[in-house]
């Protein structure tokens, strides 16, 4: 507990639109601690996002609704505090990178005014000092020729190049805790890469936590060292990352990393998808959210959503059958 | 930039050529301007006929045009009527800056038109501040408060300003600040005219007058141009990078006039710039309830007696402004752009 | 499909107001005829002028003691059906020009859209006077359902069709555009449908959705356009009555008989408002695009 700088507690999000509620996130927990990198998976449109925009209250309201929940920031629940000292913690002890850079960076304001803004809000520097600084952080995420490029706008930067300025723009006033929502998604393979590499130097060197969010299970054992995997709005299993992939307790992580493209697997072993859709978030959950794609499934999975089962040290998933055995607990 | 502003600007002569031929032909079957001329009836025969070959009348129709557009006094016209051209022309067309004389009082256009203009362009210019000011504040506003009661019950006055036929507006409003306000006792604004001709044309007498007339000119484009901003800045409101400056934890108001408004601002002044000069159209409204001494009130009263001249002059000015308004727009919006400002 | 867009539409409540209020008017103007003969409505009752509201002349009696009520419900009658004439008007031209231009491209195009932007450029009021002025002169009553119309609502009708195509016109052209190249079109064209029935089988049904929504807001512009040209006394004559005309001259009884032009300009003012909330209504309805919450 002492370790945590972040725990976020029974966090419920909804969305109340024309067609009727989205039950975007529904009641989970889960903790992050000093200098720590957890991988937060799922496919798109399960929840990962929602839960962090929840935590740092970006999200419209309405549309959205945080129905209840805490997000414990160093001990502060992130939900009590005043518009403006939440706009004082954002940025400064949380940042985040999002996932398009194209359209994340405002087209009509220069790269280095937008990196300078942080660090004029937060730190109140003067106009030189901003500008040695912001130039600093373009060199230290790559960017060549930062003095040139300070009054360049976004559409003048290539795609690697402009997610490069997002993170130095996160990182300006070296926050606490980094949450990269997909960083790579929006970027060719090789430039994915080259992202990782440098999210993770700069977070050695300024001793960062990360939450990072991905869809691609292929990452997640390069950067993270617990891995949370999310489906429906709920966190269906949490374990550290070698035993993910060791030991995988519910169907929904298995069905992911079977879909997985793996260098020790026989190239005539064919990658399985999962069969059936994601659920209607417009219907109030009853049940497992997985049950109707589940290959395991059985008559109480259909009724009860399963509470998260500890397996190990560090190790949870929400699922009414032992996978190993494939009979109910 | 330098090359796309000269192609814009040629773009516009091509443009105002075909405007004025429409027009022109038009003109044709306005009425007979000699008929009416200055008023008075022509009775006699043979006067007709010299009136009509001194208008040109006469010429068939693209000689005409082309006396209107490059003048005649390149080359010599029939006055007396014997068949045989034998005076040099006088008209030196528009192209070179003669709209003609104006059938009525035998004053050149420009100068009928110049006595107007400026009473025009007060309004114009009043109503215009109104319009953006009024417009950005109403739909900033109601965009940060959307689906609140507030911005419900904007919304639904804008519908109502924004269907106001200008002559209700004009009368709702002279009836209520002038003749209710007057039966109350209260300070009462005047509906006709800019000036009481007792206390003479002094600033504070031209403001006074001007207040019915500029609101009634204002509601319509106020009311639009609030929609607009309102749905504008909602769009924009929506953006990834309104996020991202949030996420940097930027004070509301920053994201919200620098950030937001800032990238809403290239679709306003385009539609602004747009219809600035289509407001030249309400004037002729108003300034005919108002009694208000300007251009369009001119045209009204110049149209009744046929003065094609005036009434030409009028019409072409009127459209240059939309179209050198149009340029102006283009220039404005890529200037603001970055991503069309740094094109190679 | 038909079902979503009602469902879309009705949620619009603004805009289920203006199609009840729309309804409401045709109504008034249609059977209000049945309670008032269209001679009470001419009849000219000299020692009543400018009698204020009562209980005989609930609007009052205008400038030679007509009854204004009645006259409001003639007047509607041929300003909602100038409306609607004159957008028939402008739909045909609008999706004539638009689709000829979108569809051929090439010089037709440029000389269409040309003629098009010049239209554009000169402001609807300026147009509208000088049309009126082009083919006012003296035209002849004409006979119709058994009444007598003053000619000029013919000429109303037809230039506020001729000054207000071109939007329309511009959007079936980007329609025409984008769709010319779709599959669908393409797929006729190779089986050798001729470009009549490319035009007007293929590619106008599908651009239907933004032609009845500009059509739609085309009748509260063309009510105001007739109210505007009748207020300025080029519009139709009387003894034919329509809002605009009954606005004629009211300026001059601004203070001593308001309802002269107070009843006339709010009849003027619902109808407009109405069919703008319906049209917005329409347009949300209608566009896939649109999620209002």
Redesign the interface.
């Known amino acids: 507990m002492a370790n945590h700088i972040l725990e976020v507690r029974d966090l419920s999000t909804r969305f ?3 067609e009727g509620t989205v039950y975007a996130v529904n009641g989970i927990s889960f903790h992050l601690d000093h200098g720590e990198t957890i991988a937060v998976v799922g496919e798109s449109g399960c929840g990962k996002s929602v839960t962090m ?1 929840s935590i ?1 209250r ?1 999200l ?1 309201i ?2 959205a609704e945080i129905v209840r929940g805490q997000a414990l920031f160093l001990g502060r629940d992130l939900f009590d505090l005043s ?1 403006r000292e939440m ?6 002890d949380i ?2 990178v ?1 996932q ?1 850079p194209m ?7 220069t790269i280095g005014r937008q990196i300078g ?2 660090l004029r ?2 730190m109140g520097l003067e106009k030189e000092v901003i500008r040695e600084r912001t130039i600093k952080l373009l060199e230290q995420v790559g960017i060549p020729d930062p003095i040139q490029r300070l009054n360049d ?1 976004p ?2 930067f290539s795609g690697g190049q402009r997610q490069r300025a ?1 993170i130095a ?2 990182l300006a006033c070296q926050p606490s805790i980094l949450i990269a929502d997909e960083p790579t998604t929006a970027l060719d393979v090789t430039i994915q890469a080259q992202i990782v590499e440098l999210v993770q130097r700069l977070r050695e060197q300024m001793n960062m936590a990360v939450i990072w969010i991905t869809h691609d299970f292929g990452v997640v054992a390069e950067i993270a060292e617990r891995v949370l995997v999310m489906y429906a709005g709920y966190i269906v299993e949490s374990a550290p990352v070698d035993k993910v992939y060791e030991n995988p307790r519910h169907p929904y992580t298995m069905a992911l990393l079977a879909a997985l493209p793996r260098v020790d697997r026989r190239r005539s072993a064919r990658l399985r998808s999962i069969p059936g859709a994601p659920p209607n978030l417009l219907v109030e959950p009853t049940g497992c959210p997985f049950a109707v794609r589940c290959e395991l499934v059985t008559e109480r999975c259909r009724v009860e959503m399963p509470p998260l089962i500890l397996h190990g040290p560090n190790h949870q998933a929400a699922c009414w059958i032992d996978v190993s055995t494939g009979i109910p607990f | 930039m330098g090359r796309y502003i000269i192609k814009r600007l040629l773009q516009g002569i091509p443009l105002l050529f075909f405007i004025s031929l429409i027009l022109f032909l038009l003109m044709l079957n306005v009425g007979d301007p000699v008929a009416t001329m200055g008023g008075r009836r022509v009775t006699r025969r043979a006067d007709y006929e010299r009136l009509r070959r001194q208008l040109g009348l006469d010429q068939p129709v693209y000689l005409q045009y082309a006396y209107w557009l490059l003048g005649n006094d390149w080359t010599k016209i029939d006055l007396d009527g014997d068949g045989v051209a034998e005076t040099t022309g006088t008209r030196r067309g528009v192209l070179r800056g003669d709209l003609g004389i104006s059938l009525l009082n035998r004053k050149p256009v420009i100068e009928v038109i110049g006595e107007r203009l400026p009473n025009t362009l007060i309004l114009m210019v009043a109503s215009e501040l109104v319009i953006v000011i009024g417009a950005l504040l109403v739909g900033v506003f109601s965009a940060l408060r959307q689906y609140s009661i507030m911005d419900n019950l904007i919304t639904a006055i804008l519908f109502i300003g924004y269907s106001m036929p200008i002559f209700f507006v004009a009368l709702i409003s002279m009836f209520i600040f002038a003749v209710l306000f007057k039966r109350w006792g209260l300070p009462y604004l005047p509906t006709v005219g800019m000036f009481d001709p007792q206390a003479g044309k002094t600033t504070a007498q031209v403001l006074w007058h001007m207040v019915l007339p500029v609101l009634s000119i204002s509601i319509i484009s106020f009311a639009a141009y609030s929609r607009y901003i309102r749905s504008t800045m909602l769009e924009v409101m929506g953006q990834d990078y309104i996020r991202t400056a949030k996420s940097k934890g930027l004070p509301r108001s920053e994201v919200v006039f620098i950030h937001a408004l800032k990238n809403a601002s290239l679709p306003i002044v385009t539609v602004i710039g747009l219809d600035l000069p289509l407001l030249l159209g309400g004037a002729v409204v108003t300034e005919r309830i108002f009694a208000w001494p300007g251009m369009g009130r001119l045209f009204l009263d110049h149209v009744d007696r046929v003065d094609m001249p005036v009434i030409m002059g009028i019409l072409m000015l009127v459209s240059l402004a939309v179209v050198v308004f149009q340029i102006l727009t283009d220039i404005v919006y890529a200037w603001l752009d970055p991503r069309i400002r740094y094109e190679k | 499909m038909g079902q979503l867009v009602w469902r879309r539409f009705r949620r619009h409540k603004m805009a289920i107001f203006g199609a009840v209020t729309l309804i409401l008017l045709f109504i008034y103007s249609i059977g209000g005829a049945l309670i008032f003969p269209e001679s009470y409505a001419n009849f000219a009752d000299t020692p009543l002028r400018l009698t204020a509201p009562n209980l005989q002349h609930p609007f009052g009696t205008d400038t030679i003691g007509r009854d204004v009520l009645a006259r409001t419900i003639y007047g509607g009658q041929i300003s909602l059906m100038i409306g609607m004439l004159a957008v028939l008007i402008e739909v045909v031209l609008g999706i004539l020009v638009g689709a000829l231009a979108g569809y051929y491209g090439g010089i037709v195009d440029s000389i269409l859209m040309r003629i098009t932007e010049a239209m554009l450029n000169i402001p609807e009021i300026f147009l509208l006077i000088v049309m009126a002025k082009f083919f006012g002169g003296e035209i002849p009553e004409v006979d119709l359902f058994g009444r007598t119309f003053s000619g000029s609502v013919i000429v109303i009708v037809l230039i506020i069709g001729l000054t207000s195509w071109m939007y329309l016109a511009r959007i079936v052209r980007a329609q025409f555009l984008s769709l010319k190249e779709n599959d669908f079109v393409l797929a006729a064209r190779a089986t050798g449908t001729s470009n009549f029935e490319i035009i007007f089988r293929h590619i106008l049904p599908n651009s239907i959705a933004p032609i009845i929504v500009s059509a739609t807001l085309g009748v509260a512009n063309a009510i105001l356009a007739e109210a505007y040209i009748s207020f300025l006394g080029l519009g139709v004559q009387p003894p034919t009555a329509t809002w605009g005309n009954m606005l004629d001259g009211a300026n001059n009884y601004l203070e001593s008989a308001p309802w002269l032009w107070f009843f006339p300009g709010l009849l003027i003012l619902l109808t407009v408002l109405s069919i703008n909330f319906l049209g917005d209504g329409l347009r949300d309805a209608l566009d896939p695009h649109s999620r209002a919450a």
């Open positions: 109340h639109i024309a925009l740092l970006l419209p309405p549309p518009e706009e004082n913690l954002r940025g400064r940042a985040m999002f398009d359209t994340s960076l405002n087209p009509v304001l803004e942080t809000i937060h706008y559409h003048q997002m723009m996160a």
